[in-house]
């Protein structure tokens, strides 16, 4: 089993910042890609951003140059470093990572999300 637990959510007021971490464990031989997505009230979950294990990144355009999305190998941890917040970025943020196990099979997982709330 691979479990991601995710830290660093909370209410913020517009314009503040917040860093989510996720820290992945349990038998893992590898990680390729790891991702935040987020879950707004009433509508469906987004990709907010990828890295891959050479660091090669990916944003969804609403959160480009206000998220900077990091990991530590050693660590099996990724981050998502939140600045200018706005009230649209409220939602639960999930982790979720995929990559291989000490096996040799594939794992995917996902975690429980942390509550983001950026007021007005």
């Known amino acids: 089993q691979v479990q991601l637990v995710e830290s660093g959510g909370g209410l913020v007021q517009t314009g503040g910042s917040l860093r989510l971490s996720c820290a992945a464990s349990g038998n893992i031989f590898s990680i390729n890609t790891m991702a935040w997505y987020r879950r707004a009230p009433g509508k469906q979950r987004e990709l907010v951003a990828g890295?891959?294990?050479?660091?090669?990144?990916n944003y969804i355009d609403s959160v480009k140059g206000r998220f900077t999305i990091s990991r530590d190998n050693p660590k099996n941890t990724v981050y998502l470093q939140m600045n200018s917040l706005k009230p649209e970025d409220t939602a639960v943020y999930y982790c979720?990572?995929?990559?291989?196990?000490?096996?040799?099979?594939?794992?995917?997982?996902w975690g429980q999300g942390t509550q983001v709330i950026v007021s007005s």
């Open positions: 890295i891959t294990s050479g660091r090669r990144t």
């Open positions: 979720a990572a995929d990559g291989l196990k000490l096996d040799g099979a594939d794992f995917g997982s």
